[in-house]
């Protein structure tokens, strides 16, 4: 009897054993249509890395060594970065830079924010046409009005400085309005009329109760207009190329490039130097930013 039992114990062993089975047809898909949709993610995420990456790896290379086929430096020259201060004047371009965006930026805030609320909230005649005329000064090239423009800040004795790019910012930014009214059309009506029943004016409204409600919008159209003047390089190029001493990153950048056009590795390491600014305000407002940019435009 023991023996009949010993017997039969590998073959329960055998049948209680689950037999290979193939994947379904579905999970195969599956699988196959991650792997594809990350690879094109990953095949974009190289695509955009690559260039930078390359111009990492020139500044960091001697400069007989750059631009040839060698894609790794022979020797890393960490010196260029310290070279770059030695030959340019960059801490005075960036403060340009910083100057320039900075006001640039709060002088588009505190006329837009106003102007995009009336458009967004107050009705009154000729709000459809005036917003009309908004959008055509955006799509307007600044190229047309350049001479008249240049002409009369020449008048006003401001040429040589930064002046002429950001004083105008008081006066409204076509393209920040359009955007600040339509993150402003996306706030509901019951928020500004539950404050006016308490007594709020339109100024209360707006800067109690609009202005809390669309930081998002807010941050990014000051976003756009800080990198905007940042890498301003046309601006400049009118007002400021005839004195050194008010030269911002962008248009100081450019003339180096144009005067040591051999000197690639110093140009790749200034290239750096100036991108890093602009990396790390946009990776410490990225989460803003993408939430103005996906929240705006919801309502027409």
Known sequence: MTTERLATRP????????????????????????????????????????????????????NDQALTASLMPRTWEWGNY?????????????SNSAFYAVL???????????A???????????????????????LLPPQVTAIPIYVMWSQAHLTGTLWPLILPNLLGDAFSIFL??????????????????DGCSEWGVLSRVV??????GIAAAAIFMFFSSWNDYYGPLLYTSENEANWPVAYGLATFRG??????????????????????????????????????GVKG
Do not use: C
């Open 82 to 94: 310290a070279t770059v201060f030695e030959t340019v004047p960059l801490l005075r371009w960036f």
């Open 104 to 114: 640039a930026t709060l002088f588009m805030l505190l006329s837009s924010v106003p």
């Open 116 to 138: 995009a609320y009336v458009l967004a909230r107050v009705r009154f005649r000729g709000s459809n046409v005036l917003f009309l005329a908004i959008i055509v000064a955006m």
């Open 259 to 296: 005067s040591h056009g051999t000197d690639w590795s110093i140009t790749m390491a200034i290239t750096i130097l100036v991108m890093v600014p602009v990396v790390i305000i946009f990776f410490f407002a990225q989460r803003i930013f993408v939430e103005g940019i996906t929240l705006t």
């Open 211 to 216: 202005i809390p409600m669309a930081k998002p």
């Open 180 to 197: 600040l009214r339509q993150f402003f059309l996306t706030i509901p009506r019951e928020y500004a009329d539950a404050a006016r029943l």
């Open 11 to 62: 073959s329960t062993r055998a049948a209680a054993t689950p037999a290979p089975t193939r994947p379904s047809r579905g999970a195969l898909r599956s699988s196959l249509g991650w792997l594809a949709e990350h690879a094109l993610l990953v095949t974009l995420g190289v695509l955009f890395v690559a260039p930078v990456l390359f111009v990492a790896l020139t500044s960091l290379m001697a």
